[in-house]
């Protein structure tokens, strides 16, 4: 009973699965031969262009062969016309076809024949439309796909841009500064925007390339795909942007590293900005070797504490980062070997040796007897086209006229930040790193809630008030103050609103100090570069524009990678950073001396002079060492030295 129970079963179930796959066939769609010759013709014309003009070729064939198959059998052609054999019947079928004025050429008698090639002829008319329609529907759907910027750029030893924000303006423009002396050079903008709003965006802003072709293409930096169509492995080097719109950019900038990694460790240099710098360790394993890691938060805090010690040091950074007018090189081939350090700073007429290069590290002002040897040398130059032909300096420095004064003791410092945003605490360490013991700062802003902690030199108070408050800054503005420094709300502000509550604030700072009668160096942080001009209207002493700035050494870094560890020196608080000192300690005032008197009395001093700033002649780099000044009182000369 129980097998004939278990065989009952699986009959049972045999007849389901039977039933079940008769039902599926059952309700299966059929086919017949219509529809799969219908399947087969709409796979061939969704192929496009190519298959559509297929299509009417083969139905022009049929419609020649039919009509001459026609005309032939039935003699409708009149006998003075009669064509030589049936390939001529075809042709004459095919000029009716194509050429609707082959008509009137025909014998009028023969009506039978007229109205046959005039059947023809209407036909033609038809095919011959649907061809032009096709062909320019081809030619329109290609000036989409070249619009849309999806062609793959064929160059090579070009510059690549990756992503784009407000800085790309700053750093194409310093691009076709240093592209001047290459030929047919390139930058290519790979980023997820229309292309032709890119296009139009970098003609508005950069109206003079200077011969630099700029090719845009639209996709997104973080796909394969979309970055091989900038032909990244060719070229030079590869700047790396963070996007401004996004909610994380350090992580879109971390997966478009490893987009543009993934294929080996060989390739162009790689320049890629951080915002935040405890992304930078998971940026670094990511980029290796082939990136220069740019920590913006960092970088820009230091700047505005380097340039908050002393007036015009904006503009020394300013010009040894941007590409109009001197900047750093690197000399590899010379023949002052057999010299020092000391009588290379004298060597050259129109550059300034700052330091020298070994094992791939740079030393800036190391001591004046260090033998040059075999190393290269760090330079100030215009132009590094002709660094190796570079004139050697004529003049003699006068050692007579040598200063002899000496600096004091230095006292502690009282200063003023207002605003606040997260470069903030950064900005307050490295104020405490350059500070004399006993120094105090007051901190007042508007928005966000400061957290200091206690630093070695510097004591600070908090205050929160309003920044745009005539009353409040004369309250913490005073006579007396060694620095005022205003930083602007981009954490809790648009741009432009930031701009707005920073120029006010600089109006008020400078009327106060003006009627103090006070020479307080004030600096400022602008996050857009349009809004440097206005800011120059409030007469202020150094405007640290924080895209700009980032911009300009992006570019320099790109071009160079071994600036990478020069920067870093001349921003940090080891080694030898840039000062503008009195001239007196170096010269004697009241005395017409040469630049290379100056930068000879640097040099015994254990500095390395790289300019001069009088009240007539402003702030200027590497000048000739021919170049004669008048040293007055207040007159400085800009060195890199020991702090």
Not at 232 to 239: N, W
Not at 266 to 294: C, K, M, Q, S, Y
Request: glycine share 8%.
């Amino acid at each position: 009973m129980a097998r004939t129970g278990q065989q009952l079963r699986m009959r049972t179930a045999k007849a389901m699965a039977k039933g079940g796959s008769s039902n599926r066939s059952a309700n299966a769609p059929k086919s017949d031969l219509g529809d799969r010759l219908r399947y087969r013709f709409d796979n061939s014309m969704s192929r496009g262009t190519p298959a559509l003009i297929a299509w009417l070729t083969a139905v022009t064939v049929v419609l020649i062969v039919v009509f001459s198959v026609f005309t032939t059998i039935f003699g409708l052609r009149p006998e003075s016309d009669a064509p030589d054999g049936f390939l001529h019947e075809m042709f004459y079928s095919l000029l009716h076809a194509l050429d609707p004025g082959t008509i009137g050429g025909d014998d009028p008698t023969s009506w039978r024949f007229v109205l046959t090639m005039l059947a023809l002829t209407i036909a033609g008319l038809f095919v011959v439309s649907a061809l032009i329609g096709i062909i320019a529907a081809g030619i329109d759907t290609k000036l989409a796909d070249l619009r849309r910027g999806r062609s793959i750029v064929l160059e090579k030893d070009h510059t690549v841009i990756l992503g784009w924000s407000d800085s790309i303006f700053t750093i194409i423009s310093e691009l076709t500064l240093a592209n001047e002396s290459r030929h047919k050079p390139v930058i290519v903008i790979l980023a997820d925007r229309d292309k032709v709003d890119m296009e139009d965006d970098v003609k508005a802003k950069v109206p003079d390339l200077r011969g630099t072709r700029v090719i845009c293409r639209s996709g997104s930096p973080m796909d394969i795909d979309d970055l091989a169509l900038s032909s990244h492995t060719t070229a030079r080097s590869v700047i790396l942007l963070a996007p401004e719109a996004s909610e994380d950019p350090d992580s879109e900038v971390i997966k478009t590293l490893l987009a543009l990694t993934h294929g080996g460790a060989d390739g162009p240099n790689i320049v890629a900005e951080i915002r935040n710098p405890t992304n930078l360790e998971a940026a670094r394993l990511v980029g290796a070797d082939r990136t220069v890691l740019l920590d913006i938060r960092e970088t820009v805090a230091k700047l505005v504490v380097q340039t908050s010690r002393q007036s015009g040091a904006a503009a020394v950074y300013t010009e040894l980062f941007d590409y109009d007018g001197d900047e750093i090189y690197f000399l590899e081939k010379h023949d002052l070997g057999a010299g020092t350090y000391a009588e290379a700073l004298l060597a050259f007429e129109k550059a300034s040796v700052i330091g020298l290069i070994e094992d791939g590290v740079p030393t800036l002002n190391p001591p004046g007897d260090s033998v040059v040897g075999n190393r290269t040398l760090v330079v100030v130059a215009e132009d590094d086209s002709g660094l190796e032909t570079e004139g050697r300096a004529q003049t003699h420095p006068d050692l007579d006229a040598l200063g002899t004064q000496v600096a004091g003791e230095e006292a502690p410092t009282q200063g003023v930040l207002i605003g606040w945003n997260e470069r903030a605490p950064i900005v307050l360490r490295e104020l405490d790193h350059y500070a004399p013991p006993g120094s105090s700062l007051t901190v007042v802003t508007s928005f966000g809630q400061p957290n200091v902690q206690v630093l070695d030199n510097l004591a600070v108070t908090v205050v929160a008030a309003s920044t745009t408050d005539r009353a409040t800054l004369e309250t913490y503005v005073v006579g007396g103050l060694d620095q005022v420094i205003v930083l602007c709300y981009s954490d809790h502000l648009e741009v432009q609103a930031a701009d707005a509550r920073t120029l006010v604030t600089l109006l008020h700072v400078r009327d106060i100090l003006g009627r103090l009668d006070a020479a307080t160096p004030v600096v400022t942080e602008m996050l857009d570069d349009r809004n440097r001009v206005l800011a120059q209207v409030a007469h202020v002493d150094d405007v640290v524009v924080s895209g700009e700035i980032v911009s300009l050494l992006v570019t320099q870094l790109s071009e160079d990678r071994r600036l990478e560890a020069v920067f870093g020196q001349l921003l940090g608080d080891q080694g030898s950073e840039i000062y503008l000192r009195p001239a007196e300690w170096y010269v004697q005032p009241g005395h017409e001396v040469s630049y290379a008197t100056v930068v000879a009395g640097a040099s015994a001093r254990g500095a390395t002079a790289i300019g001069y700033k009088s009240e007539t002649l402003g702030v200027l780099v590497n000048p000739a060492k021919s170049q004669t000044f008048d040293v007055q009182p207040g007159d400085r000369v800009v060195v890199l030295a020991e702090s």
